[in-house]
């Protein structure tokens, strides 16, 4: 079992900066492949970014690709989203999850936190 909290979401104007922060328990936390999702209302939730183990890898979607950073600190037991640049269409529900594998798959990854709100406005 592993457990995730999110946390860091709010309401930011376009331009602008937001870290979330995702605090994981339970199961040895260093052997797990990491990724943040999204979700908008109405739409499916979809792939931000992953990072595997050891956090020397990483992936992101296309649309924050340079923008966003995914980054993890074992010896914590966190994992971070650095959100940079945001846009209006970045606003959506925030999760982390967490699984055996990286990969940009919602289906491949076990366990999720409850999700945070993020909201750009223009």
């Known amino acids: 079992q592993v457990q995730l909290v999110e946390s860091g979401g709010g309401l930011v104007q376009a331009g602008g900066s937001l870290r979330l922060s995702c605090a994981a328990s339970?199961?040895?936390?260093?052997?797990?492949?990491l990724g943040w999702f999204r979700q908008a209302p109405g739409q499916e939730r979809e792939f931000v970014a992953s990072?595997?183990?050891?956090?020397?890898?990483?992936t992101y979607a296309d649309s924050v690709k340079g923008r966003f950073t995914i980054s993890r600190d074992n010896a914590k037991q966190m994992v971070y989203l650095q959100m940079n640049i945001l846009k209006p269409e970045d606003t959506a529900v925030y999760y982390c999850?967490?699984?055996?594998?990286?990969?940009?798959?919602?289906?491949?990854?076990?366990?999720w936190g409850q999700g945070t709100q993020v909201t750009v406005s223009s």
């Open positions: 990072i595997n183990r050891s956090g020397g890898r990483t």
């Open positions: 339970g199961r040895t936390f260093s052997i797990l492949a």
């Open positions: 999850a967490s699984g055996v594998i990286m990969t940009i798959g919602a289906r491949a990854y076990d366990y």
